[in-house]
T-cell receptor, first 115, second 112 residues
Framework: AQSVTQPDIHITVSEGASLELRCNYS??????LFWYVQSPGQGLQLLLKYFSGDTLVQGIKGFEAEFKRSQSSFNLRKPSVHWSDAAEYFC?????????????FGTGTQLKVEL | DAGITQSPRYKITETGRQVTLMCHQT?????MFWYRQDLGHGLRLIYY???????DKGEVPDGYVVSRSKTENFPLTLESATRSQTSVYFC???????????FGDGTRLSIL
């Protein structure tokens, strides 16, 4: 079955430290891939997307993600975390087919930032 | 300002009651979606719509009804609410089937 997996439910990092959030997908073909961020009491905000081309994509708020076909991964990174980055992060994927328009989400990673 | 608006933001109701959650977007996006968010499940798609008068089931459609008479509105109705439908509901829109979705701020629904 098609799925998106975020192995880490919770991650804690110190402010100023680097961050990597993991995302793996299970599809036959390369999907369209997204990372979203959700602050408490709010909806999801798009951080970045990968459709094709350069496997390293830049997003908003200083985030980037790297698509690795061989590992079926799309990990999110940030070189230096700020306290305001504390939130929940969701990886999501569309399968590129002629039918179906369903965006599949991972179960999320809750990021805590220690000052 | 352009955007996607959900109302109400909070709702408490009783089992068996009918409740409608509203969603309005100003982008003229063709696609609209309803999700529910529950701890441990992430976001699950309830229904989606590719255009006015076109709707289709998602992963968890049972107990919900949708309509889309106008492009900008996509109401979600719980015809007879149950406690298992206590959740946070998100509406989203996009301008294509595989394009990024833009989310509203959600409706927190509690069913007693």
């Amino acid at each position: 079955a098609q799925s998106v997996t975020q192995p880490d439910i919770h991650i804690t990092v110190s402010e100023g430290a680097s961050l990597e959030l993991r995302c793996n997908y299970s599809y036959g073909a390369t999907p369209y891939l997204f990372w979203y961020v959700q602050s408490p009491g709010q909806g999801l905000q798009l951080l970045l997307k990968y459709f094709s081309g350069d496997t390293l994509v830049q997003g908003i708020k200083g985030f980037e993600a790297e698509f690795k076909r061989s590992q079926s991964s799309f990990n999110l990174r940030k070189p230096s975390v700020h306290w305001s980055d504390a939130a929940e992060y969701f990886c999501a994927a569309y399968l590129i087919t002629g039918g179906g328009n369903k965006l599949t989400f991972g179960t999320g990673t809750q990021l805590k930032v220690e000052l | 300002d352009a955007g996607i608006t959900q109302s109400p933001r909070y709702k408490i109701t009783e089992t068996g009651r009918q409740v409608t959650l509203m969603c309005h977007q100003t982008w003229s996006h063709s696609y609209m979606f309803w999700y529910r968010q529950d701890l441990g499940h992430g976001l699950r798609l309830i229904y989606y719509s590719a255009a006015a008068d076109i709707t289709d089931k998602g992963e968890v459609p049972d107990g919900y009804v949708v309509s889309r008479s106008k492009t900008e509105n996509f109401p979600l109705t719980l015809e007879s609410a149950t406690r298992s439908q206590t959740s946070v509901y998100f509406c989203a829109s996009s301008d294509g089937g595989n394009q990024p979705q833009h989310f509203g701020d959600g409706t927190r629904l509690s069913i007693l």
